[in-house]
């Protein structure tokens, strides 16, 4: 049995890395800016999504196996890429190297945004023990809280344009380094498809932080107890 070296657990976590960025943060992603994108149609609508979502059973469980822990992983992985490589865009200024730099740079400023996403949300729903049907309202307080300043737009801005590039030019890259796009043509068509997938996500986002800000609307849990 051959002994592994450390171009083989290199080249590992580099597929590691880029298989959790798609599967399942990328999916995941994309279901979160879809289901608050529902705050465009009526606050009643997105209330419903959220206590759906905090009444699925051993939803901690599923929290943890299905974001938290691969969330984690695909960061320290990010981090370790981006210290182990190169930053050369003065010496190649070619455009592949430029989006090489921005997934690396866009990686770092998604990582602080979710720290700060998730210590305003995630953990004071926990530390105040507000489920089930007591979440919605916890949760949509805090958004209009959040997007009652520019400096919570423009943060929250900068936090979903960050994720939604990182995650289409990532989803290029997975494609490609995993033989699914072959050939110039068929790579430069879905780099086509992925920008405009990035700009759909973008557009859903950037919609949601439009509709908090102009309408923030508080709620009442939709079932008592």
């Known amino acids: 049995m051959s002994k592994l070296t450390k171009e083989d657990l290199h080249f590992f976590l580099l597929k590691l890395h880029s298989l959790t960025g798609i599967v399942p943060i990328g999916i995941f992603l994309t ?5 608050n994108s529902l705050r465009t149609v009526g606050v009643r609508q997105y209330q419903f999504s959220i206590d759906l979502i905090n009444n699925l059973p051993f939803l901690f469980g599923i929290e943890v196996l299905f974001i ?4 984690l992983l695909h960061s320290a992985l990010g981090f370790y890429i981006t210290f182990a490589g190169r930053i050369n865009v003065r010496r190649y200024p070619y455009y592949h190297n430029w989006m090489y730099t921005l997934q690396r740079i866009t ?22 023990g507000k489920e089930l049907f007591d979440a919605a309202p916890f949760l949509i307080d805090a958004m209009n809280r959040e997007f009652q300043t520019w400096g919570g737009r423009t943060l929250y801005l900068a936090g979903i344009f960050s994720a939604v590039f990182h995650f289409a030019n990532g989803l290029w890259g997975f ?3 995993w033989g699914v ?9 879905a780099g086509v498809v992925f920008i405009l997938f990035g700009l759909v996500l973008g557009l859903l986002g950037a919609a949601t932080v439009v509709e ?3 309408h923030p609307v508080p709620v009442a849990p939709s079932l008592a107890g």
């Open 31 to 35: 279901f979160h800016l879809a289901i």
């Open 212 to 214: 908090f800000s102009l």
């Open 107 to 128: 990686g770092a400023v998604v990582f602080a945004f979710l720290v700060y996403h998730m210590g305003t949300t995630v953990v004071p729903k926990i530390y105040y």
């Open 175 to 177: 494609c490609v380094s």
């Open 68 to 71: 938290y822990v691969p969330l």
């Open 181 to 189: 796009i072959v050939g110039p043509a068929a790579q430069r068509n």
